[in-house]
């Protein structure tokens, strides 16, 4: 009678569930490449809203044994379920639930968690109106979108790739009853927190799929015996691209706002899937090689380790969860170290012997005069990576950054793109935020404004030493050198690039005007203003962004065109219907160009050589092809390093250094650091990519192998420049007021 009253007051009080027969759940931002691979997530929600139709049977059956076997028997209360379920519970060590899957859809849906009577009268009372309004098919669709599953993973779509990196339709056996076990607990079930939990649930669901029906008896048996392999960072599938996510995250809500987290947009991007993986690869390469070079700093941590086994683990647990896995950078706590052996253990339980040259890189921290703070020791969290020829090596996360970017220079698109290491450790963007110099991989800008003052690659220029006085330089004297400390005397201007003679480079600069070259490479999309006009400017002694210099060396690649960066091609919305399109703009007859295509031919010309016989000789050399063209480049006291180059169809730049600029090492060079990260991506970006060298463009004249501009060819160029004059440039116009000045030789000298 009491619960008669109680419903007859309650059922005017349930809320609308109208809405329910169109389900539209909050919906996060997705970010996905060219080719359509998730890059990145951004909501409150991880969620994939997947229709019914979608969701294959294996994952409905699993779902169905274990929360709600007669779910499509049922009115939504199974009082036959709740009767067996009170039976089985008795003596038994597993109980059975008696909430039907569309008492769990009312109750996440609508009510909140508290256990009460009166919640529970609502619980069923909205059971029955959501049996009346909607079908069963839309009921378990609701459900397997709406629960949580950990992770922040929000129906079992999401919960796939979060746990396993794979899409729901191609599910096993053993991974549906794995994400079937997780809507009872979701942390304490899971296979990433509680692996020996979440495998024992895993078999119980087998098992109940089994007793109703749903797999075979020899199916059952093979899913036990399946080994699963969850997702992890260290994950060779996962495409890392969360710079990329980032900055496409920070563009939407620029246009969205709020709406950005919610509302199911689909972002499509101009990301290469394969070169971005490459990409990523290839600078963490660069980085870690770079790391072994450098002194070993010590453990990031030490603990004191119980001598109860389970207290020991639960402590390895603890440190290991604030010092994650850092991609294929593994954090361990070390159970026993010497100078021979070092024994470490993961947060699986795996312990892993560490012998021979896995010891090498951190001799110092095995060495036992080490400092306390230093030392590998019993309880020392450190860092292991797998070796390319097999075997554990000891390593630490380096302190130096880096960034990388891939552009197709007939129309922008932005094809792969790292903006540092690591994403969690340092989300500053160093492709579009770091204003780093260029050093020598900005001469090229300043060679093809020399084109067009009448020099050729044949002209001959003078690698003598300069000094410039202080009654000059109004200042203190600056005498520039070349990175090698030697002068090799007149030399062609094709060997002054190849060979990256500073010298050349200034006398070049001379010659041009340190103005009339400021106004020339903001042609190719640098800011004048980055750029003092002075003599420095030569060396590459102003500030350039990585994607500016991607941009700067398109121009060469493409024949004369400056075109755009470009990242979004289009915007959907969660039933994929576009809202923006916006692909990129390709270049046409009647885009303007931004130096003449003869330029861009000769540029091309001259940065060969550069790859063949230059400071990059190992790019022809390794890759086996003669249509790349590129230029290194490092700052004075090697505070940063590049590698700038192209084919034809795909420009790529590199940059290594240090957020706080310091110096890498009096031996660090780009073409030792930045050249074979360039070439590690393009050993799988040119496998695509046919021999593509260019074609002469009109108004070019072949002299002796040499291209000349026609004009030039008939005797009006620069023959020669500095090889009979005396040392000491007689232009102190083009040198800065002495303020300025002093800060910028500081740069420069050695």
């Known amino acids: 009678m009491v619960v008669g009253v109680a419903m007859v007051v309650a059922y005017p009080n349930l809320p609308d569930i109208s809405d329910l027969a169109e389900y539209k759940p909050k919906l996060p931002l997705r970010v996905l490449t060219a080719d359509g691979q998730l890059i990145g997530e951004f909501g409150e929600e991880r969620r994939n809203l997947t229709p019914i139709k979608d969701i294959p049977r294996v994952m409905k059956d699993a779902v169905l044994a274990i929360e709600d076997s007669r779910f499509y028997e049922h009115g939504g209360v199974d009082y036959l379920g709740i009767l067996r379920a009170g039976i089985a519970n008795i003596g038994r060590a597993k109980s059975q639930g008696a909430s039907t899957i569309t008492m769990q859809v009312a109750r996440n849906v609508y009510l909140s968690s508290e256990k009460t009577f009166t919640r529970k009268i609502y619980e069923i009372l909205l059971t029955y109106k959501l049996e009346h309004l909607l079908s069963k098919d839309q009921i378990l669709e609701i459900y397997m979108n709406q629960i949580f599953l950990g992770h922040r993973a929000y129906g079992f779509a999401s919960a796939s790739e979060t746990y396993f990196g794979k899409p729901l339709k191609d599910i096993t056996i053993a991974e549906a009853a794995m994400l079937a076990g997780l809507p009872k607990a979701p942390s304490a079930l899971n296979p990433i927190n509680n692996p020996k939990r979440a495998r024992s649930r895993q078999l119980y669901i087998i098992e109940r799929m089994e007793e109703n029906g749903f797999i075979t008896a020899s199916q059952a048996l093979r899913a036990k015996a399946e080994p699963l392999k969850l997702r992890s960072s260290g994950d060779k599938k996962i495409l890392h691209a969360e710079h990329v996510a980032e900055t496409v995250r920070q563009m939407v809500f620029a246009q969205y706002g709020q709406d950005t987290y919610t509302r199911g947009l689909n972002v499509y991007t101009t990301i290469q899937s394969g070169e971005q993986m490459a990409a990523y690869r290839a600078l963490r390469q660069g980085l870690m090689d770079f790391e072994r070079r450098q002194i070993y700093r010590g453990p990031e941590k030490f603990i004191d380790l119980p001598s109860d086994p389970k207290k020991a683990e639960e402590a390895i647990d603890d440190v290991l969860d604030d010092h994650p896995d850092n991609g294929d950078v593994m954090s361990a706590v070390v159970l026993e170290a010497s100078a021979k052996k070092v024994v470490v253990i993961r947060q699986n339980g795996e312990q892993i012997t560490i012998t021979g040259d896995g010891l090498k890189p951190v001799q110092s921290g095995l060495a036992d005069k080490a400092p306390a703070a230093k030392q590998i020791r019993k309880g020392a969290v450190i860092r292991i990576v797998q070796m390319a020829k097999g075997g554990w090596e000891?390593?630490?996360?380096?302190?130096?950054?880096?960034?990388?970017?891939?552009?197709?220079?007939?129309?922008?698109?932005?094809?792969?793109?790292?903006?540092?290491?690591?994403?969690?450790?340092?989300?500053?963007?160093?492709?579009?935020?770091?204003?780093?110099?260029?050093?020598?991989?900005?001469?090229?800008?300043?060679?093809?404004?020399?084109?067009?003052?009448?020099?050729?690659?044949?002209?001959?220029?003078?690698?003598?030493?300069?000094?410039?006085?202080?009654?000059?330089?109004?200042?203190?004297?600056?005498?520039?050198?070349?990175?090698d400390g030697t002068f090799d005397g007149p030399m062609s201007l094709r060997k002054g690039l190849a060979k990256s003679k500073n010298m050349v480079s200034i006398r070049v600069l001379q010659s041009v005007g340190a103005r009339n070259a400021q106004e020339w490479v903001s042609r190719f999309g640098f800011d004048a203003e980055k750029h003092p006009p002075y003599l420095t400017m030569a060396l590459g002694a102003g500030s350039v962004t990585v994607m500016q210099m991607a941009t700067g060396y398109s121009v060469f690649a493409n024949g004369g065109y400056r075109v755009q960066p470009h990242l979004i091609t289009r915007i959907t919305d969660y039933k994929d219907r576009i809202l923006v399109d916006s692909p990129p703009q390709a270049i046409t007859p009647d885009t303007p160009h931004a130096i003449s295509s003869r330029n861009a031919y000769v540029m091309t010309s001259l940065l060969q050589e550069v790859t063949r016989s230059g400071t990059a000789a190992k790019a022809q050399a390794t890759l086996h092809r003669s249509d790349i063209y590129g230029k290194t480049g490092t700052t004075n006291d090697a505070m940063d390093a590049w590698f700038a180059g192209y084919h034809p169809q795909l420009a790529a730049v590199v940059w290594i250094g240090y957020d706080t600029p310091r110096k890498l090492g009096d031996r660090e060079t780009g073409g030792g650091l930045s050249l074979p990260v360039w070439i590690n991506f393009m050993e799988t970006a040119l496998r695509t990519l046919p021999q593509a060298e260019p074609m002469a463009p009109e108004g070019l004249v072949n002299i002796g192998g040499e291209w000349l501009y026609d004009e030039y060819a008939r005797g009006g160029g620069v023959n020669s420049l500095g090889t009979n004059t005396e040392s000491t440039p007689k232009t102190p116009a083009s040198l800065p007021p002495a303020e300025e000045r002093n800060r910028i030789l500081d740069l420069f000298r050695n």
């Not at 160093?430 to 044949?458: M, N």
């Open 394 to 483: 000891i390593t630490q996360l380096p302190e130096v950054e880096g960034a990388f970017v891939a552009v197709t220079p007939q129309n922008g698109s932005i094809r792969a793109l790292v903006g540092g290491f690591d994403f969690t450790k340092n989300k500053f963007n160093h492709v579009t935020q770091a204003w780093r110099q260029p050093g020598s991989s900005f001469k090229p800008f300043i060679y093809s404004a020399a084109l067009e003052k009448g020099f050729t690659p044949a002209t001959v220029v003078n690698d003598a030493p300069l000094f410039f006085d202080g009654g000059v330089t109004g200042g203190q004297p600056w005498e520039p050198k070349n990175y």
